[in-house]
C-alpha cells in the first residue's frame, strides 16, 4: 500500500526518470521506488509497445533502432509532460541527444551503475533483449557499457546497484535522495 506520508523532492522537475543498461534494475527498482512514494511507475518500453501494438524486439526487427529510438523519444515527452512519475527507460533512451536534452530540463535522471559482470549474470538467458541477441551477450554488454557509461555518468543522480537483495538497493536509491532534499531545504 502506497504510503502518502513521503514526499519525493527532487533537484528539477516532478519525474525521477532511471537510466542505465539493461539489467541494472531499472524496473524492478522503479515499481518499488513508485510505491514507496505513492507515485504511478511508468515504463517507457511498455508504453512503447502500447503505443506501436507490438513488442519492443520487433520494433527492432521490423524498423529498425534509428525509428525505435525516434518513437521512444516521442514516448518519453509525453510522459514527462504528464504528471510526476517514476519513469523507467530503455537503455539506450539516455544516448539520445534529444531525449537526455528533455530530461535534463523536466526531469531528475538517476543513473543505476552496475558492473558489467552483475549485469551479465541478471541478464542470461534472456531471450527480449535485442540488443543481446547480436553476438555473445557478455561482449555486448561490455561494449554498451565502454559507450555508454560515461554518457550515463551525465546524470544528476548516481547510484551503484549490486549482486544484493532488490530491497538493499532501493533503500541506498532513497537515502541518496533524502539526502538531496536535505541540501535543497537549507
Aim: net charge positive.
Amino acid at each position: 500500500m502506497p504510503n502518502k506520508q513521503k514526499k519525493l523532492k527532487l533537484p528539477k522537475g516532478n519525474t525521477l526518470v532511471i537510466v542505465g543498461l539493461m539489467g541494472a534494475g531499472k524496473s524492478c527498482i522503479g515499481r518499488n521506488l513508485a510505491k514507496y512514494y505513492g507515485i504511478p511507475f511508468v515504463d517507457a518500453d511498455r508504453e512503447i509497445e502500447e503505443a506501436a501494438g507490438c513488442c519492443v524486439a520487433d520494433i527492432f526487427e521490423i524498423y529498425g533502432e534509428a525509428e525505435f529510438r525516434d518513437g521512444e523519444r516521442r514516448v518519453i515527452k509525453r510522459i514527462l509532460e504528464g504528471e510526476p512519475c517514476i519513469l523507467a527507460t530503455g537503455g539506450g533512451a539516455f544516448m539520445n541527444g534529444e531525449t537526455r536534452k528533455l530530461i535534463s530540463q523536466t526531469g531528475t535522471s538517476l543513473w543505476l551503475k552496475a558492473d558489467v559482470e552483475v549485469l551479465i549474470k541478471r541478464t542470461s538467458g534472456r531471450k527480449h533483449r535485442p540488443l543481446l541477441n547480436k553476438g555473445n551477450p557478455a561482449n555486448v554488454l561490455r561494449k554498451l557499457a565502454q559507450e555508454r557509461y560515461p554518457v550515463y555518468g551525465e546524470a544528476d543522480i548516481v547510484v551503484e546497484t549490486k549482486d544484493e537483495p532488490l530491497d538493499a538497493t532501493v533503500k541506498r536509491v532513497v537515502a541518496t535522495l533524502k539526502k538531496l532534499s536535505v541540501k535543497d531545504d537549507n
